[in-house]
């Protein structure tokens, strides 16, 4: 009898310590893995070469204010997309309002726009048919727009 429950405690305690062992060994592999990998991972290794910069950003918002149709402009790059946020005036028209996607557009270079898509997000105080979004992607000449409301 004595000899079936000594096997029997070193049973589970080898299987005790198994468990620990596999533990630790997982608990180290997710570890590592988490430290290592960038937000985007490596998708913005090419848009290293051509940022848009600071300097770009507000030379982009200057010309947008620059038309008097704005009350406030904000910009930023978000990965691979070029973020800008307008607040035209009451007085300005939709269609008046898409016309300042093209100044966003001719300030960025021509490797700029094949790197980054553009998001335009204008909005008009106390106007139902606000707010209207552009996006120009990548590889195309043009903005698309929320349809009409």
């Known amino acids: 009898m004595k000899k079936i429950k000594i096997k029997r405690e070193r049973i589970g305690i080898f ?10 060994l997982l608990l180290a592999a997710f570890k590592d893995s988490g430290d290592t990998e960038a937000l985007y991972g490596n998708r913005l290794d090419d848009v290293k070469e051509y940022p848009v910069k600071t300097s770009t950003l507000k030379k982009i918002e200057s010309e947008i204010k620059k038309t008097d149709k704005v009350e406030t402009v904000t910009s930023r790059v978000q990965g691979r997309i070029v973020v800008v946020d307008i607040i035209i005036k009451k007085e300005t028209s939709r269609d008046d309002a898409k ?51």
């Open 15 to 24: 299987l005790i310590v198994a468990v620990v062992i596999v533990f630790i």
């Open 99 to 149: 016309l300042l996607a093209d100044i966003v557009a001719n300030d960025l270079s021509e490797k700029q726009k094949e790197l980054y898509d553009v998001q335009i997000f204008i909005d008009k105080d106390d106007d139902a048919t606000f707010p209207i979004i552009g996006y120009r992607h990548k590889k195309k000449d043009a903005f698309s727009w929320t349809v009409d409301r």
